[in-house]
């Protein structure tokens, strides 16, 4: 069968690996299989991706003893409990170091079989099959792993890489709307934070991106994906650079953090985080409020929200900013902006200028 694929290579030295990226990947057992080394194989999902995807696949692994854990799905289940049925399944199977532990979902079942690989007798290797579009773009790419904490999101976790990312953009098919733009506002993020030709693409195809091109969508998760392995290939563990990737995010996660979990999806909340950045960039002399306005219309058409309709406290919404994983003694770092399509990391932003944004957009 003809097949379409990109591949990148995620360059870090002996933990590199390659990502793939086309249409109807999911019959290519060569591409999967060539990354497994034992016998034994656990697939990881959830009750949503699971009647749409595993038999697929399973098909995939006929040589392979291979058992599965299904999750319950949602982001308020992104905890150490559901990171513990995994461990349950994965000792009941008898499986020992040598197996391989396969994440077929979205960021959430991503995040979580990347933990459980991470830390099931001290490491054993695994691999992403992302099916949404923001874990296509971002969160299968990189060694992000981890879970939520009542106190604060993805506080528990560990980097720790794939052996392959296998992106079949074809699973997008069966992604709801909503779920389709939370991915894009994770594409636009890269445009903002360090791409402005990418920004400008994107400007320009957004319609028809949003009515699902599929070459644009290969497009556009092709260079968000390699956007992604530039910055962490100089910056695994986010000593600095890193750090871009999360422009929009202290805000984005603040509003997660407030309203909870799952009232706004992750990307959303990331939308309207970013325009609160860009905001505070334009009252900080940065850009101009014509840059925010066409940030905003760029959202905008990708179906995003661009403001907060429920009641946040004041407070509570700083506090809640202050638990973020850039923050050091408390002080809140940001990502702002120096241009379209250059962030850099600020530290030396006016309080009252944050304090003014926060009031806006609440
Ligand atoms: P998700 O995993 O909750 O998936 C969204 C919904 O889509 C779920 O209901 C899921 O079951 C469903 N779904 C998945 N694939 C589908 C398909 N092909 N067809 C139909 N439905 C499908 O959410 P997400 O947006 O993929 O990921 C968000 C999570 O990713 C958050 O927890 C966030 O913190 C995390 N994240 C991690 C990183 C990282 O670097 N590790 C980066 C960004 C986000
Ligand atoms: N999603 C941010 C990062 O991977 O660093």
Request: charged share 20%; proline share 2%; with cysteine.
């Amino acid at each position: 069968m003809q097949y379409f694929m990109k591949t990148l290579n995620l360059d870090l030295g002996n933990k590199s690996y390659p990502i793939h990226i086309g249409q109807d990947l999911l019959t290519q057992a060569d591409l999967l299989t060539q990354h497994i080394q034992g016998r034994q194989v656990m697939i990881v999902t959830n009750t949503t991706v699971a009647p749409l995807y595993l038999a697929k696949v399973k098909a995939l692994l006929a040589l392979f003893t291979v058992a599965e854990v299904i999750l319950p799905d949602g982001e308020q289940y992104k905890t150490l409990d559901t990171v513990n049925e995994i461990f349950t399944a994965l000792l009941t199977a008898r499986f020992d170091r040598s197996c391989t532990l396969i994440a077929l979902g979205g960021g959430v079942v991503g995040d979580m079989t990347g933990f459980a690989a991470a830390s099931y007798q001290r490491g054993v290797n695994f691999i992403q099959i992302p099916t949404t579009l923001l874990s296509q773009v971002d969160s299968s790419v990189g060694g992000k792993t981890g879970v939520n904490h009542p106190l604060g999101k993805n506080m528990i976790g560990a980097f720790y890489q794939p052996k392959c990312v296998l992106i079949d953009v074809d699973t997008l098919d069966t992604l709801d709307d909503r779920q389709y733009s939370a991915g894009m506002a994770e594409v636009i993020k890269y445009g903002l934070l360090g791409n402005v030709d990418f920004l400008l693409d994107l400007q320009q195809n957004i319609d028809a991106l949003m009515h699902r091109d599929k070459a644009l969508i290969i497009k556009a998760v092709y260079q968000s994906c390699t956007d992604k392995a530039n910055i962490v290939a100089q910056d695994e563990l986010e000593s600095g650079k890193r750090a871009l990737l999360n422009f929009g995010h202290t805000f984005g996660h603040a509003l997660e953090n407030t309203l909870g979990y799952g009232t706004y999806l992750h990307g959303e909340a990331v939308s309207v985080g970013m325009l609160m950045a860009a905001e505070l960039s334009a009252l900080e002399g940065l850009i101009n409020d014509e840059e925010v306005q066409q940030i905003k219309g760029l959202l905008q058409k990708a179906q995003l929200p661009v403001s907060i309709n429920s009641k946040i406290d004041h407070q509570d919404f700083m506090n809640a900013m202050r638990v973020d994983k850039k923050a050091i003694n408390g002080e809140i770092r940001l990502i702002l902006m120096k241009k379209l399509g250059q962030a850099f990391i600020g530290n030396d932003y006016q309080q009252h200028n944050l304090e003014q944004v926060i009031k806006d957009f609440l």
